[in-house]
């Protein structure tokens, strides 16, 4: 069984900055690419940023400049950094990695609130 637990979401005045951390745990042998993506209330799921193993990075256009992913490998955490936050950078938050048990699977966490007030 594998977990994915995401912490860092919050309340920030436009401008501010959050930082995401997801971990994850469990019966892993390797994590290949994570990434975070968001949803904000009527619209669909979109990817925000991605990282391979080699931390070989990809964002969205509309959070390039202002997020960073990161990730620990160590530790089986991926970050995302995000600085100057809009009002539309407001959305759930969800983690997702593909993690290697005995076979590959994709696994998502159960999401944080990110709100951008203006």
């Known amino acids: 069984q594998v977990q994915l637990v995401e912490s860092g979401g919050g309340l920030v005045q436009a401008g501010g900055s959050l930082r995401l951390s997801c971990a994850a745990s469990g019966s892993i042998r390797t994590i290949n690419a994570m990434a975070w993506y968001r949803q904000a209330p009527g619209k669909q799921r979109e990817l925000v940023a991605s990282?391979?193993?080699?931390?070989?990075?990809n964002y969205a256009d509309s959070v390039k400049g202002r997020f960073t992913i990161s990730r620990d490998n160590a530790k089986n955490t991926v970050y995302l950094q995000m600085n100057s936050l809009k009002p539309e950078d407001t959305a759930v938050y969800y983690c997702?990695?593909?993690?290697?048990?005995?076979?590959?699977?994709?696994?998502w966490g159960q999401g944080t609130q990110v709100t951008v007030s203006s």
């Open positions: 990282i391979t193993r080699g931390s070989t990075t």
């Open positions: 997702n990695a593909e993690v290697v048990t005995y076979i590959s699977h994709y696994y």
